[in-house]
C-alpha cells in the first residue's frame, strides 16, 4: 500500500471533492488507527526525548560548567543533577539526625560531663589555632600586651644606695660589652682568652648569654643594647639543630629569658621564640610515667638522661624545674599541653611514698620508682622546691596543691636535714638514705631567699620562725665568703672535721660567679631592711670587681683560698642573668619588679603573676563561645549569630 493512501487529510485530486461521508467502514477504521499512533507517538516523545536545552548547550555552547563536569567525572556533585540531589537530601537528612543524636546526648549527660566536653572542644580549637599539629607558630592567637608594673624602677633617693646601684650597671656595661667585642653569638665569653666558649648543655643552640641577659638590660635601661641583642634574637636565634640539649638548662635560660624579655618589652618576637623553643621541648615528655628526659635532640625528638643518674633516672631538680615557664608557655600560646605535661609530674610525685616526706633526687622516668635515696636541697634538688612555692604564688595563690607540698617538704627538710654546728651556724645538710653528710653547696644558699619569700604563706604561725631560719641561713652563707681568703664563697663548705663553712675539698673550692648568696641578700633586704644585706652585698661587689675583673670581662677561680686569684676563663651567663640583676636589685627600691607582681624563675628570669581576676595579664589568647543554635550545640571564636544561644564564654 502506498504511503499517500494512509494520509487521511492529504488532498489528493481525485478525492478532492469527494465527501467525508464517502468513507468506507475499514478506511474509517485504519484512518483511526493511524491517528492514535500518531498521538501516542506525540505523548511518548514529551517523556523520552533528551532535553533540549541540554542537548543545546552540550553541542552548541562549550559552557565552562559543562567543561567542569566533564573533567571531574559524573560523581563529582553536579548539583543539578538527580542523583546529587537525592544526595543532598540524604546528606542533610543525616546530619538532621545526627544533631537530634547529639542534643539528646547532651541532654542525658551530667553538668560536669558538658563542662569537660566544652573544655576539650577549647583544647581542640586552641590547638587548631596554632596551626596543624600545634606547631606552626607564626599563627599564634592574638594576645593583647598590657606591661605588669615596676617593669623599670628610678634612682634611689638614698645617695649611697645610687652610687653603688650605678657602679652595678657599670659592671654590666663590661660584662655585656667584653662579650660583645669577643664572642658575640657565642654562648659564653672567655673573658682572659677573650674569644667565645660554648657549653654543651646548649647543644648547638647560640647566643645563650644574649638571651639570659636580655631582661638585665632592660631593667637597667640599657636600651641600645637591649635592641641589638633583640636584632641577633630575630636574626640568628635558631632552635632547628639536629643536637642534644638540656631540658632544663635551656628551659631555664632560654625559655625564661625569651618569656622575661617578653612580658618586660612587649615584643613579640619573644613570645613567637619561647612558644617555638617550648613546643621543640615537648617530646621529652614522651615517657611511660611523663617525667621527662634530662636530655633532648631537638631534631630528632629523641631523649635519654644522664649517663652518671643513677639506676637511669632524671632528676628531681631538672624535670621540677619546668612548670613556671610552661604556664606561661600555656596562657601565651593557647596550647594546654604545656600546663598539662607539668601537672602531670605532680600527679607522679604525689603517688609515690616519700621517705620521711623528703623527695630523693633520683626518679625514674620508665618504672616511676626512685631511684637512690639521695635528699639535697642543693644540686640535684634545689629549685624543685624553689618553683613549688613560686607556682604558688605566680598563681596569685590560687596552686593550693603547689603550696601544700612546698611547706610540707620545707618541714620535712627542717626536720631531718637543717642542722646547727657547734660555733652556732645553721646549715642545710645533704642525706643519703637516711645518712647526714655534713656539707652545703653554694647552690643551697639560695633557700635563705626562697623562705623568707614563703615566710609569710607559712602555716600553723610559723611566719616568724621561717624568717630566722631564713636569716640563719643567710649569714652562714655570708661566713662561707668571709672565711675565704678572695672574700667569694667556695662552691661547697663542711661542717665536720673541725672546721665550719670551709670547703676542705680542693675540688670544691672553686668559684663561679654564682648568684644564690647574693640572691638571699636581695630577698633579705626587701623583706627585713636590714642595711647589713646590702653591706654584705657591697661586699661581694669589691671582691668581684678585685679577683674577678678582667680587662676582657669577669672570670670565676679556681680557689677562693688561694691569695692570688686563678681565673678559669669562663663568664657564665648566670652572671649576667642572676648575680649582676640581684645586686641590682639590692641597692633598688622595693617597687622596681615588686614582689607582688613578678616572680623570679631560678635563673632571675622574671615573670607576672597571673591574676585570677585577669586584670593585669595579657594571658587570654583564645575566647571561644559555645552556643546552641536550634537543637544543635557548636563553638567557634567568634560570636555566634544572635538567635542562638550561648553557654559560654564560661
Ligand atoms: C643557675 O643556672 C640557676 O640558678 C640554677 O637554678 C642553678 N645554678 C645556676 C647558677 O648557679
Same mark, same amino acid.
Given at each position: 500500500m502506498p504511503v499517500a493512501t494512509l494520509l487521511p487529510f492529504t488532498a489528493t485530486p481525485n478525492r478532492k471533492s469527494a465527501s467525508p461521508t464517502s468513507f468506507r467502514l475499514t478506511e474509517k477504521f485504519i484512518l483511526l488507527l493511524v491517528f492514535s499512533a500518531f498521538i501516542t507517538l506525540c505523548f511518548g516523545a514529551?517523556?523520552?526525548?533528551?532535553? %533540549?536545552?541540554?542537548?543545546?548547550?552540550?553541542?552548541?555552547?562549550?559552557?565552562?560548567?559543562?567543561?567542569?563536569?566533564?573533567?571531574?567525572?559524573?560523581? %563529582?556533585?553536579?548539583?543539578? %543533577?538527580?542523583?546529587?540531589?537525592?544526595?543532598?537530601?540524604?546528606?542533610?537528612?543525616?546530619?538532621?539526625?545526627?544533631?537530634?543524636?547529639?542534643?539528646?546526648?547532651?541532654?542525658?549527660?551530667?553538668?560536669?560531663?558538658?563542662?569537660?566536653?566544652?573544655?576539650?572542644?577549647?583544647?581542640?580549637?586552641?590547638?587548631?589555632?596554632?596551626?596543624?599539629?600545634?606547631?606552626?607558630?607564626?599563627?599564634?592567637?592574638?594576645?593583647?600586651?598590657?606591661?605588669?608594673?615596676?617593669?623599670?624602677?628610678?634612682?634611689?633617693?638614698?645617695?649611697?644606695?645610687?652610687?653603688?646601684?650605678?657602679?652595678i650597671k657599670e659592671m654590666m656595661k663590661h660584662a655585656w660589652g667584653s662579650y660583645r667585642r669577643y664572642a658575640w653569638g657565642s654562648n659564653e665569653l672567655r673573658p682572659v682568652s677573650k674569644q667565645g666558649h660554648s657549653s654543651n648543655l646548649f647543644g648547638s643552640i647560640k647566643g645563650a648569654t644574649i638571651v639570659d641577659a636580655l631582661d638585665t638590660l632592660y631593667i637597667m635601661e640599657m636600651f641600645e643594647e637591649f635592641d641589638a641583642a633583640t636584632e641577633w634574637v630575630e636574626k640568628n636565634l635558631d632552635f632547628n639543630v639536629n643536637a642534644e640539649v638540656s631540658v632544663f638548662e635551656v628551659n631555664i635560660r632560654f625559655?625564661?629569658?625569651? $618569656?622575661?624579655?617578653?612580658?618586660? %618589652?612587649?615584643?613579640?618576637?619573644?613570645?613567637?621564640?619561647?612558644?617555638? $623553643?617550648?613546643?621543640?621541648?615537648?617530646?621529652?615528655?614522651?615517657?611511660?610515667?611523663?617525667?621527662?628526659?634530662a636530655l633532648l635532640n631537638l631534631k630528632s625528638g629523641i631523649g635519654r638522661n644522664w649517663p652518671w643518674a643513677s639506676g637511669g633516672s632524671s632528676i628531681l631538680a631538672e624535670y621540677g624545674t619546668l612548670h613556671l615557664e610552661f604556664m606561661h608557655l600555656s596562657k601565651l600560646s593557647g596550647n594546654p599541653d604545656f600546663a598539662q605535661k607539668v601537672m602531670n609530674i605532680r600527679k607522679v610525685l604525689n603517688r609515690l611514698d616519700k621517705p620521711q616526706g623528703l623527695y630523693p633526687n633520683y626518679l625514674n622516668p620508665n618504672s616511676g620508682q626512685w631511684g637512690q635515696h639521695h635528699v639535697s636541697v642543693g644540686g640535684l634538688g634545689d629549685s624543685f622546691y624553689e618553683y613549688l612555692l613560686k607556682a604558688w604564688l605566680m598563681s596569685d595563690k590560687t596552686d593550693e596543691e603547689g603550696k601544700k607540698m612546698y611547706?610540707?617538704?620545707?618541714?620535712?627538710?627542717?626536720?631531718?636535714?637543717?642542722?646547727?654546728?657547734?660555733?652556732?651556724?645553721?646549715?642545710?645538710?645533704?642525706?643519703?638514705?637516711?645518712?647526714?653528710?655534713?656539707?652545703?653547696?653554694?647552690?643551697?644558699?639560695?633557700?635563705?631567699?626562697?623562705?623568707?619569700?614563703?615566710?609569710?604563706?607559712?602555716?600553723?604561725?610559723?611566719?616568724?620562725?621561717?624568717?630566722?631560719?631564713?636569716?640563719e641561713i643567710a649569714r652562714t652563707c655570708h661566713e662561707s665568703y668571709a672565711r675565704t681568703a678572695l672574700k667569694l664563697g667556695p662552691e661547697a663548705f663542711r661542717f665536720d672535721g673541725g672546721v665550719e663553712a670551709i670547703a676542705t675539698r680542693q675540688n670544691e673550692k672553686y668559684f663561679i660567679l654564682r648568684p644564690e648568696v647574693i640572691e638571699t641578700y636581695m630577698y633579705m633586704w626587701r623583706f627585713t631592711h636590714d642595711p647589713k644585706y646590702r653591706e654584705w652585698g657591697w661586699e661581694a661587689v669589691q671582691a668581684l670587681e678585685q679577683h674577678c675583673k678582667v680587662e676582657g670581662g669577669y672570670s670565676g677561680v679556681r680557689d677562693v683560698y688561694a691569695s692570688t686569684p686563678n681565673h678559669d676563663d669562663v663568664q657564665q651567663s648566670f652572671y649576667l642573668a642572676e648575680t649582676l640583676k640581684y645586686l641590682y636589685l639590692l641597692f633598688s627600691d622595693d617597687d622596681h619588679l615588686p614582689f607582688d607582681h613578678w616572680v623570679f624563675n631560678t635563673e632571675a628570669h622574671p615573670l607576672p603573676v597571673i591574676r585570677k581576676d585577669k586584670t593585669d595579664i595579657p594571658n587570654e589568647p583564645t575566647r571561644l563561645w559555645v552556643f546552641l543554635c536550634g537543637a544543635a550545640a557548636s563553638s567557634r571564636l567568634r560570636p555566634p549569630a544572635p538567635a542562638c544561644r550561648i553557654v559560654s564564654p564560661l
Open positions: 514529551i517523556f523520552f526525548l533528551p532535553d %533540549s536545552s541540554k542537548l543545546l548547550s552540550g553541542v552548541f555552547f562549550h559552557s565552562s560548567a559543562v567543561e567542569t563536569n566533564t573533567r571531574i567525572g559524573p560523581d %563529582s556533585g553536579d548539583p543539578g %543533577s538527580a542523583g546529587n540531589d537525592e544526595r543532598v537530601l540524604a546528606k542533610i537528612r543525616k546530619d538532621h539526625e545526627k544533631a537530634l543524636l547529639e542534643a539528646k546526648d547532651t541532654l542525658q549527660k551530667r553538668p560536669d560531663e558538658i563542662k569537660q566536653d566544652i573544655l576539650n572542644d577549647k583544647d581542640k580549637v586552641a590547638k587548631e589555632s596554632l596551626g596543624q599539629g600545634g606547631n606552626d607558630v607564626n599563627s599564634l592567637p592574638f594576645v593583647e600586651y598590657h606591661r605588669p608594673p615596676g617593669a623599670t624602677g628610678h634612682e634611689p633617693e638614698d645617695p649611697v644606695a645610687k652610687e653603688r646601684r650605678a657602679k625559655v625564661g629569658g625569651l $618569656l622575661s624579655a617578653y612580658y618586660l %618589652s612587649g615584643k613579640e618576637v619573644y613570645r613567637r621564640k619561647a612558644v617555638e $623553643l617550648g613546643e621543640k621541648l615537648l617530646p621529652a615528655f614522651k615517657t611511660p610515667t611523663g617525667i621527662p628526659w611547706y610540707d617538704a620545707l618541714q620535712a627538710i627542717e626536720t631531718n636535714l637543717m642542722r646547727k654546728s657547734s660555733g652556732g651556724l645553721t646549715y642545710i645538710a645533704e642525706w643519703k638514705g637516711g645518712l647526714l653528710e655534713h656539707k652545703m653547696g653554694h647552690l643551697t644558699c639560695f633557700a635563705g631567699g626562697m623562705m623568707a619569700l614563703g615566710a609569710d604563706g607559712a602555716p600553723s604561725d610559723k611566719t616568724g620562725h621561717q624568717m630566722e631560719q631564713a636569716a
